[in-house]
């Protein structure tokens, strides 16, 4: 389990990260979001006792990153993927990480083929790596001492899509098999995707935190009829808002997200008589639509996460 409780930072009269608490729990995956600047990286450094935090704490294990003897046995942590010895081969950092936590030469080999990288790069220096081969050997490096927590910042970054998908099938089956995932990403479907938990922050306070079952939830419900005058008057009777998405050619299928549930809104349609074609929670867009409306006053223009 990762806990944070009341974490600060600040630095002179600003606030980088304030007083937030939450808890990454076994067996899931949790989403760490937030827009450029929201303290999301800084939060993350305090965590594994980079950043010394201002107030508060976070453990792991029921300890402080630093009071854990062998830290990459129960933490595997990743940052920055490019904060790797670029003069070091890919092979030879992972030796240096299984040497340091008193692991067996035979983890590098296991590790090289769990992240996909051949013999032939990993014998290749660090320098020569693309972004996506630098992540890929970032998360074997947090991989190799089987720890029972992941830490990783922007993991996805830098990988094609077929990395991606191999990525998210990783950390799934590492939850899956009881691990505590805490991943920060800015490629929302990827998080809607894998996640089970989501931590919302701006301006370094949590705006939103829960199952992502129950904060997508709170997007509405998405309804598709062909009959929108009739179920937009019963919705207007029942003072129900909702937002159009307008009318799909000549099919005549109008489309709207309401401010309800599904019962609530199958029940108005029903006294009316209209016909659905589509009734489902919104949560199509629902991750994207939610973290812009939460996150709004903190965006900076043309940024996402």
């Not at 081969?133 to 991989?143: D, P, S």
């Not at 301006?203 to 079952?213: L, P």
């Not at 009777?237 to 299928?253: F, K, L, M, Q």
């Amino acid at each position: 389990m990762l806990t944070v409780e009341r974490l600060t930072k600040r630095y002179g009269s600003a606030v980088a990260v304030d007083d937030i608490t939450f808890t990454a729990r076994p067996g899931r995956v949790t989403g760490f979001l937030g827009p450029n600047g929201a303290g999301k990286s800084t939060t993350m450094r305090m965590m594994v006792g980079l950043t010394w935090p201002t107030a508060g704490a976070a453990t792991v294990l029921g300890r402080r990153f630093t009071d854990l003897p062998n830290p990459g046995r129960e933490v595997g942590v990743l940052l920055d993927a490019s904060a790797q010895h670029a003069g070091r081969t890919g092979r030879e950092i992972l030796t240096l990480a299984a040497q340091t936590m008193g692991l067996p030469a035979s983890r590098v080999q296991e590790m090289l083929a769990k992240v996909s990288l051949t013999d032939i790069e990993a014998q290749r220096r660090v320098r020569d790596y693309s972004l996506g081969m630098r992540q890929r050997l970032g998360i074997a490096t947090a991989l190799i001492g089987d720890p029972q927590v992941l830490i990783l910042d922007e993991p996805a970054n830098g990988l094609d899509p077929a990395g991606i998908r191999w990525m998210r099938d990783l950390l799934r089956s590492y939850a899956d098999r009881g691990g505590t995932v805490l991943l920060s990403s800015h490629l929302l479907h990827e998080i809607e995707v894998i996640a089970d938990d989501l931590v919302v922050i701006g301006h370094g306070r949590i705006v939103a935190q829960g199952t992502k079952a129950d904060l997508l939830a709170s997007t509405g419900t998405l309804v598709q009829t062909r009959d929108g005058a009739t179920l937009t008057t019963a919705l207007d009777s029942a003072g129900t808002t909702y937002t159009g998405h307008g009318v799909r050619g000549a099919t005549g299928i109008t489309t709207l997200r309401v401010d309800a549930d599904p019962e609530h809104v199958g029940q108005h349609a029903a006294r009316a008589g209209v016909a659905l074609l589509e009734l489902r929670p919104a949560e199509g867009a629902g991750l994207e639509e939610m973290f812009l409306e939460l996150t709004a006053q903190t965006q900076r223009e043309g940024a996402v996460a």
